[in-house]
């Protein structure tokens, strides 16, 4: 079947590679994602799916290679859910152009497909199996922890680092969701050797399934975030869970927002975290029902769609 690409417009290559960008030579490959995961807010705002010819943005990154003599990074939501991903990375190799490739999906990284990435010069592997395969499921993840395993143990044989993210506080998350997390990621290390940990807060987004669910409060994001901390031996990064009370709070919010981005802006350092003390942003913990503060912002997706997905979720994840 003939792939349709998104209509080619000519790149723009004005670009400031320095070395704190972590993206400075970008080229995009695809817009928005095949897949439907319902927390992923940047999944839903950028439907449908419009992948690049691999052609083109090849061309555009080995241009920006020879200009600037920095590796170019592929950047797409699931760059390997391209249909011409393969073939991309084969013809990478074959002129010399290393890439940089970001989180990928682990049940759609064969072993061809990692021993190409090897050869164009990526470093570390990057999936999120995010939490317990039941979660996952009804995430709309369709990622077995076998997936996982076999891409740590083909990672290790072609001597590249494996990054796990992780998530906790989701809803109908449960103590044995955290254990079976625990023991995945006790497996992967023994599998990868090198393993860098990533572990995040869940953050309730809008325009996604998610925007009715409350956030897990402060404490019990502390703490199953010390009970990951506790399995893992190696690189372990997290997002501090006040911070992610805080995003939840800007995104969450209606107009009253605005007052407090002033005050923020004015104020001695701290505001938001005392803000957070004081009670101000307590509906972040608290369920949703519509009208929501942006239902009047019409996206691809109606509110009666996201709701619907929401209860099947709630069935599928509580049950």
């Known amino acids: 079947m003939e792939v349709k690409y998104a209509k080619h417009v000519e790149p723009d290559y004005r670009r400031m590679p320095e070395p704190e960008a972590a993206f400075s030579l970008a080229v995009e490959l695809a817009r928005g994602c095949p897949y439907s995961c319902l927390f992923c807010m940047e999944s839903y705002l950028t439907k449908p799916y419009r992948p690049r010819d691999w052609r083109v943005v090849l061309d555009e990154a080995e241009r920006l290679r020879s200009k600037y003599g920095v590796r170019p990074s592929i950047v797409a939501l699931t760059a390997n859910a391209h249909p011409g991903f393969k073939e991309l990375l084969a013809e990478a190799a074959r002129r010399k152009i290393p890439l940089s490739l970001p989180s990928m999906r682990a049940e759609l990284l064969d072993d061809e497909t990692l021993e190409l990435l090897a050869a164009v010069g990526q470093k570390t592997v990057t999936i999120a199996p995010e939490t317990s395969r039941r979660l996952r499921k009804a995430l709309g993840k369709d990622m077995e922890d076998e997936d996982v395993l076999r ?44 393993v860098s940990l990533s572990v995040n807060p869940f953050i309730p987004k809008p325009q ?31 997002y501090d869970p006040v911070l992610g009370a805080v995003q939840a709070a800007i995104s969450l919010g209606g107009r009253d927002v605005a007052r407090h981005i002033e005050a923020a802006a004015t104020s001695p350092p701290g505001y938001w975290r005392r803000a957070l003390r004081e009670g101000l942003f307590d509906y972040v913990f608290k369920p949703r029902e519509d009208p929501l503060p942006w239902s009047h912002i019409k996206a691809f997706y109606p509110p009666e769609e996201l709701r619907r997905w929401y209860l099947k979720y709630l069935e599928e994840a509580c049950g």
């Open 151 to 194: 891409v740590a143990k083909k990672a290790r044989q072609l001597g590249m680092r494996l990054k796990l993210y992780l998530m906790v506080g989701l809803p109908c998350e449960r103590q044995e969701d955290i254990e079976e997390l625990a023991r995945l990621v006790k497996e992967v290390g023994k599998a990868a050797g090198a």
């Open 208 to 238: 996604t399934p998610m925007q009715y669910s409350p956030m897990a409060s402060l404490a019990y994001l502390k703490e199953k975030i010390e009970h990951l901390r506790r399995a893992h031996r190696g690189d372990f990064s997290f």
